[in-house]
């Protein structure tokens, strides 16, 4: 678990990226187009700051490439921009993004005296075969070996996976889930795999090569591999890529892009749990399902469609959601 922080991201889009991973355009997926430069990071900090509430936790975080990939002279150069807002208390704390193969004790002792606190490593699958069919470049005993190594050195560990990959399966998704767990990161982030414009994804799917891993299927994963994070106690950040106006806009050609995503998640996971519950006990015909106040939307389903699918499935006539004081996430039959 971490705690709750007010992040001030800084895009670097593809600095330092050594392999052209073939989900991968950056420029599309953060919106941003141009990478940051020590000038911009001051400016940004201070735009962040002016938008957040006194004496809150704050967190600068260079998203969007492979930040202990870029030459260190450029690193030192971004991270010293920094140094002042942390020197003198109006941030707290360093975040950055970064490959399984860009990291060692040396870059992580000089991390450590910027005062980097969390390194997000994107691992996004823990099968070779995935990895080499989406031109990864390393293998999943390299995520491993890093990720043990930034633990050792006292790091926050936040993993990224992705589902959907060429060569991913269910089975796939849920056994890279599992092995992640293993790892015991502080939080994941799971990306279900949106085909993007411009991207050598985009060029096999229009030839056949790459079949779309669809929202469906990828509600559908994630809603297997959500429960065992949960039991291990590993907060999922982020649930399906931020929506920006360039993505929505239509640079997502296909795949598992939906600006509510994690939503319809927790609405499947919920289905789920109503089902079994109607499964497993005696009902009327005429049913009442209690869940938290938050949870009632999800539980009804865009456009009602949990609802009609209960209805459909078990022979009711009418099914009712009410809200209830109870935990979130759990349903009971009223």
């Not at 208390?89 to 004790?105: C, F, H, M, N, V």
């Not at 930034?150 to 056994?175: A, C, N, S, V, Y």
């Not at 982020?238 to 995503?261: C, I, K, Q, V």
């Amino acid at each position: 678990m971490i705690a709750r922080r007010n992040i001030i991201p800084v895009f670097v889009p593809h600095l330092g990226c050594p392999n052209n991973c073939v989900f991968c355009n950056q420029n599309r997926i953060s919106g941003e187009k141009v990478s940051a430069t020590p000038e911009t990071v001051g400016k940004t900090i201070l735009e962040g700051i002016a938008k957040i509430p006194e004496n809150s936790n704050i967190e600068l975080a260079f998203y969007g490439g492979s930040f202990t990939a870029i030459p260190v002279e450029e690193q030192n150069e971004l991270l010293d921009a920094a140094l002042p807002f942390l020197h003198d208390g109006r941030i707290e704390s360093l975040r950055l993004s970064t490959r399984p193969d860009a990291i060692d004790e040396e870059i992580l002792d000089r991390l450590k005296t910027y005062g980097v606190r969390t390194i997000e490593l994107g691992a996004q699958s823990m099968c070779d075969e995935v990895l080499y069919l989406s031109g990864r470049g390393h293998t999943a005993m390299r995520t491993e070996k890093s990720a043990c190594l930034i633990k050792e050195h006292g790091f926050e560990l936040i993993l990224q996976m992705m589902t959907g990959l060429p060569g991913d399966t269910r089975e796939r998704t849920i056994e890279t889930a599992r092995k992640i767990i293993a790892l015991k990161p502080n939080g994941v982030r799971i990306y279900p795999t949106v085909i993007v414009e411009n991207t050598p994804l985009c060029d096999m799917w229009r030839e056949g090569a790459y079949k779309e891993h669809t929202v469906e299927e990828a509600v559908d994963w994630c809603a297997a591999v959500l429960p065992l994070f949960e039991e291990a106690e590993i907060t999922v950040i982020r649930l399906g890529l931020n929506p920006t106006e360039e993505l929505s806009g239509g640079a997502a050609f296909g795949g598992a892009y939906h600006p509510a995503l994690g939503e319809l998640v927790k609405s499947r996971l919920l289905l789920n749990k109503a089902r079994a519950l109607l499964s497993e006990n005696a009902h009327d015909v005429n049913v009442v399902l209690h869940v938290n106040a938050s949870d009632v939307s999800a539980m009804t389903g865009q456009k009602r469609s949990n609802i009609r699918t209960l209805c459909d499935e078990f022979k009711l006539k009418a099914l009712k959601v009410s809200s209830y004081e109870i935990q979130k996430g759990k349903v009971i039959l009223g």
